[in-house]
Protein backbone atom coordinates (compact mmCIF):
# COMPACT_ATOMS: atom_id res chain seq x y z
CA UNK A 1 0.00 0.00 0.00
CA UNK A 2 1.17 3.98 -0.79
CA UNK A 3 1.47 5.95 2.68
CA UNK A 4 0.67 9.47 2.69
CA UNK A 5 2.35 11.51 4.81
CA UNK A 6 1.69 15.04 5.24
CA UNK A 7 3.94 18.00 7.32
CA UNK A 8 3.39 19.70 9.27
CA UNK A 9 0.08 18.53 11.64
CA UNK A 10 -0.78 22.18 11.85
CA UNK A 11 0.68 25.35 10.55
CA UNK A 12 -0.79 29.60 11.64
CA UNK A 13 -0.48 31.84 9.05
CA UNK A 14 -1.80 35.14 9.20
CA UNK A 15 -4.71 36.58 6.94
CA UNK A 16 -3.23 37.44 3.30
CA UNK A 17 -0.24 35.46 4.03
CA UNK A 18 1.36 32.04 1.84
CA UNK A 19 0.91 29.09 3.77
CA UNK A 20 2.32 25.62 2.16
CA UNK A 21 1.40 21.98 3.50
CA UNK A 22 3.80 18.89 2.25
CA UNK A 23 2.75 16.03 0.93
CA UNK A 24 5.23 12.63 0.63
CA UNK A 25 4.07 9.48 -1.10
CA UNK A 26 5.98 6.17 0.32
CA UNK A 27 6.28 5.61 -3.53
CA UNK A 28 6.36 7.23 -6.78
CA UNK A 29 2.66 8.11 -8.20
CA UNK A 30 4.02 9.28 -11.23
CA UNK A 31 2.81 7.07 -14.48
CA UNK A 32 5.92 7.12 -16.71
CA UNK A 33 3.60 6.49 -19.99
CA UNK A 34 1.50 9.45 -19.56
CA UNK A 35 3.58 11.94 -17.41
CA UNK A 36 0.59 12.27 -14.78
CA UNK A 37 1.11 12.22 -11.27
CA UNK A 38 -1.94 10.58 -9.63
CA UNK A 39 -2.60 12.75 -6.48
CA UNK A 40 -5.21 15.13 -5.39
CA UNK A 41 -5.70 17.75 -2.46
CA UNK A 42 -9.12 18.59 -0.27
CA UNK A 43 -10.14 21.10 2.00
CA UNK A 44 -12.46 20.12 4.81
CA UNK A 45 -13.62 22.51 6.83
CA UNK A 46 -14.99 22.39 10.26
CA UNK A 47 -18.53 20.43 9.74
CA UNK A 48 -18.73 20.12 6.04
CA UNK A 49 -17.55 17.13 3.66
CA UNK A 50 -14.23 17.52 1.99
CA UNK A 51 -13.93 19.33 -1.17
CA UNK A 52 -11.77 18.57 -3.86
CA UNK A 53 -9.36 21.49 -4.83
CA UNK A 54 -6.66 19.81 -7.26
CA UNK A 55 -6.00 16.27 -9.33
CA UNK A 56 -3.51 15.89 -11.66
CA UNK A 57 -1.16 16.98 -8.75
CA UNK A 58 -1.30 20.79 -10.32
CA UNK A 59 -5.09 21.33 -11.68
CA UNK A 60 -7.44 23.49 -10.10
CA UNK A 61 -10.75 21.64 -9.76
CA UNK A 62 -13.55 24.38 -11.84
CA UNK A 63 -14.75 26.89 -9.31
CA UNK A 64 -11.59 26.73 -6.71
CA UNK A 65 -9.74 30.27 -6.27
CA UNK A 66 -6.41 30.81 -8.25
CA UNK A 67 -4.97 31.11 -4.28
CA UNK A 68 -4.84 27.41 -4.55
CA UNK A 69 -1.69 25.84 -6.49
CA UNK A 70 -0.28 22.38 -6.51
CA UNK A 71 3.19 21.33 -7.31
CA UNK A 72 5.82 18.44 -7.18
CA UNK A 73 6.76 15.47 -9.13
CA UNK A 74 7.08 11.38 -7.91
CA UNK A 75 7.12 11.42 -3.97
CA UNK A 76 7.07 15.44 -2.83
CA UNK A 77 4.07 17.33 -3.35
CA UNK A 78 2.89 20.59 -2.25
CA UNK A 79 -0.18 22.55 -1.66
CA UNK A 80 0.08 26.78 -1.69
CA UNK A 81 -2.11 28.73 -0.45
CA UNK A 82 -0.68 32.47 -1.94
CA UNK A 83 -2.96 34.35 0.32
CA UNK A 84 -4.49 33.15 3.05
CA UNK A 85 -8.50 34.00 3.53
CA UNK A 86 -10.59 33.22 6.51
CA UNK A 87 -12.66 30.66 4.50
CA UNK A 88 -9.24 28.61 4.35
CA UNK A 89 -9.20 27.38 8.05
CA UNK A 90 -9.69 24.21 7.48
CA UNK A 91 -7.79 20.76 7.59
CA UNK A 92 -6.11 19.77 4.09
CA UNK A 93 -5.71 16.38 2.64
CA UNK A 94 -3.56 14.78 0.07
CA UNK A 95 -4.69 11.61 -1.78
CA UNK A 96 -3.42 9.13 -4.03
CA UNK A 97 -5.00 7.36 -6.90
CA UNK A 98 -1.89 5.54 -8.45
CA UNK A 99 -3.08 2.45 -6.17
CA UNK A 100 -6.95 0.94 -6.59
CA UNK A 101 -6.09 1.25 -3.09
CA UNK A 102 -6.51 5.04 -2.47
CA UNK A 103 -5.22 6.55 0.17
CA UNK A 104 -5.05 10.07 1.97
CA UNK A 105 -2.32 11.57 3.87
CA UNK A 106 -3.06 12.44 7.84
CA UNK A 107 -3.98 15.97 7.39
CA UNK A 108 -2.72 19.37 7.82
CA UNK A 109 -4.95 21.87 9.88
CA UNK A 110 -4.42 25.46 9.07
CA UNK A 111 -5.46 28.04 11.48
CA UNK A 112 -5.23 31.59 11.28
CA UNK A 113 -3.49 33.35 13.31
CA UNK B 1 -26.42 19.26 -10.62
CA UNK B 2 -25.53 15.61 -8.52
CA UNK B 3 -26.10 15.47 -4.92
CA UNK B 4 -25.58 12.61 -2.43
CA UNK B 5 -27.18 11.91 0.64
CA UNK B 6 -26.50 9.08 3.17
CA UNK B 7 -28.80 8.03 5.55
CA UNK B 8 -28.79 5.19 8.19
CA UNK B 9 -28.70 4.10 12.40
CA UNK B 10 -26.26 6.64 13.84
CA UNK B 11 -26.17 4.15 16.72
CA UNK B 12 -24.84 0.51 16.05
CA UNK B 13 -23.86 -2.13 18.89
CA UNK B 14 -20.44 -3.78 19.02
CA UNK B 15 -20.82 -6.80 17.21
CA UNK B 16 -23.68 -5.99 14.98
CA UNK B 17 -23.27 -4.82 11.39
CA UNK B 18 -23.31 -0.81 10.10
CA UNK B 19 -25.66 -0.49 6.93
CA UNK B 20 -25.83 2.86 5.15
CA UNK B 21 -27.42 3.75 1.86
CA UNK B 22 -26.28 6.60 -0.26
CA UNK B 23 -29.22 7.82 -3.13
CA UNK B 24 -28.08 9.88 -6.17
CA UNK B 25 -30.05 12.64 -7.43
CA UNK B 26 -29.70 15.08 -10.26
CA UNK B 27 -27.16 12.31 -11.79
CA UNK B 28 -27.40 8.64 -12.44
CA UNK B 29 -25.90 5.90 -11.29
CA UNK B 30 -25.42 4.05 -13.79
CA UNK B 31 -22.85 6.74 -15.74
CA UNK B 32 -19.98 4.62 -17.36
CA UNK B 33 -17.85 7.70 -16.23
CA UNK B 34 -18.12 7.50 -12.27
CA UNK B 35 -17.18 5.05 -9.57
CA UNK B 36 -19.04 5.36 -6.20
CA UNK B 37 -16.96 5.08 -3.12
CA UNK B 38 -17.74 5.21 0.71
CA UNK B 39 -15.22 7.03 3.30
CA UNK B 40 -15.08 7.84 6.60
CA UNK B 41 -13.53 9.68 8.98
CA UNK B 42 -13.31 8.82 12.94
CA UNK B 43 -13.19 11.42 15.70
CA UNK B 44 -10.06 13.51 15.78
CA UNK B 45 -8.43 11.32 12.97
CA UNK B 46 -8.07 11.46 9.17
CA UNK B 47 -9.66 10.35 5.79
CA UNK B 48 -9.62 6.64 5.22
CA UNK B 49 -11.11 4.99 1.97
CA UNK B 50 -13.31 1.97 2.82
CA UNK B 51 -14.13 0.81 -0.58
CA UNK B 52 -15.83 1.92 -3.93
CA UNK B 53 -18.30 0.24 -6.98
CA UNK B 54 -19.06 0.84 -10.53
CA UNK B 55 -22.52 0.50 -12.12
CA UNK B 56 -21.85 -3.12 -13.04
CA UNK B 57 -21.41 -4.29 -9.35
CA UNK B 58 -17.43 -4.42 -9.58
CA UNK B 59 -15.86 -3.13 -6.38
CA UNK B 60 -12.70 -2.85 -4.85
CA UNK B 61 -12.23 -2.68 -0.68
CA UNK B 62 -9.52 -1.28 1.33
CA UNK B 63 -7.55 -4.26 2.31
CA UNK B 64 -7.33 -3.04 6.08
CA UNK B 65 -10.94 -3.57 6.59
CA UNK B 66 -10.65 -7.23 5.01
CA UNK B 67 -13.82 -9.25 4.02
CA UNK B 68 -16.15 -6.78 6.65
CA UNK B 69 -16.96 -4.58 4.07
CA UNK B 70 -19.97 -5.16 1.53
CA UNK B 71 -20.94 -2.77 -0.47
CA UNK B 72 -23.67 -3.14 -3.57
CA UNK B 73 -25.44 -1.21 -5.82
CA UNK B 74 -29.66 -0.52 -7.26
CA UNK B 75 -29.27 0.82 -10.35
CA UNK B 76 -32.94 1.14 -10.60
CA UNK B 77 -32.84 3.12 -7.02
CA UNK B 78 -30.11 4.93 -7.72
CA UNK B 79 -28.75 4.10 -4.79
CA UNK B 80 -25.64 2.37 -3.47
CA UNK B 81 -25.26 0.84 -0.02
CA UNK B 82 -22.06 -0.07 2.60
CA UNK B 83 -22.41 -2.52 4.99
CA UNK B 84 -19.53 -3.28 7.88
CA UNK B 85 -20.11 -6.28 10.23
CA UNK B 86 -18.61 -7.10 13.47
CA UNK B 87 -18.47 -3.61 14.22
CA UNK B 88 -16.30 -2.00 17.30
CA UNK B 89 -15.46 0.80 18.62
CA UNK B 90 -13.33 2.28 16.58
CA UNK B 91 -15.55 2.28 13.63
CA UNK B 92 -16.95 4.95 14.99
CA UNK B 93 -16.72 7.77 12.15
CA UNK B 94 -18.52 10.38 10.59
CA UNK B 95 -19.63 8.25 7.11
CA UNK B 96 -19.37 9.87 3.18
CA UNK B 97 -20.27 8.82 0.15
CA UNK B 98 -18.91 9.90 -2.68
CA UNK B 99 -18.67 10.53 -6.24
CA UNK B 100 -15.41 9.07 -7.80
CA UNK B 101 -14.12 10.34 -10.96
CA UNK B 102 -12.96 7.15 -13.92
CA UNK B 103 -14.82 4.22 -15.26
CA UNK B 104 -11.53 2.20 -14.48
CA UNK B 105 -9.31 2.21 -17.22
CA UNK B 106 -5.26 1.96 -15.52
CA UNK B 107 -4.62 5.41 -16.63
CA UNK B 108 -7.57 7.24 -15.82
CA UNK B 109 -7.76 9.76 -12.73
CA UNK B 110 -10.12 8.48 -9.44
CA UNK B 111 -9.91 11.53 -7.49
CA UNK B 112 -12.99 12.36 -5.59
CA UNK B 113 -14.81 14.87 -6.99
CA UNK B 114 -18.70 15.43 -5.19
CA UNK B 115 -19.10 14.39 -1.99
CA UNK B 116 -22.41 13.57 0.79
CA UNK B 117 -22.75 15.65 4.14
CA UNK B 118 -21.71 12.64 5.54
CA UNK B 119 -23.61 10.87 8.18
CA UNK B 120 -22.26 9.84 12.15
CA UNK B 121 -22.48 6.29 12.97
CA UNK B 122 -21.57 5.59 16.84
CA UNK B 123 -20.84 2.27 17.78
CA UNK B 124 -21.83 1.66 21.11
CA UNK B 125 -23.48 -0.37 23.39
Known amino acids: DIVMTQSPDSLAVSLGERATINCKSS????????????LAWYRQKSGQPPELLIY???IRESGVPDRFSGGGSGTNFTLTISSLQAEDGAIYYC?????????FGGGTKVEIK | QVRLQESGPGLVKPSETLSLTCTVS??????????WAWIRRPPGKGLEWIGS???????YNNPSLKSRVTISIDTSMNHFSLRLTSVTATDTAMYYC?????????????????WGQGTLVTVSS
Open chain 1, 95 to 103: QQYYSNSFS
Open chain 1, 56 to 58: WAS
Open chain 2, 98 to 114: ARQHGSGAYYEGRWFGT
Open chain 1, 27 to 38: QSVLLDSNNKNY
Open chain 2, 26 to 35: GGSISSPTFH
Open chain 2, 53 to 59: IYYTGST
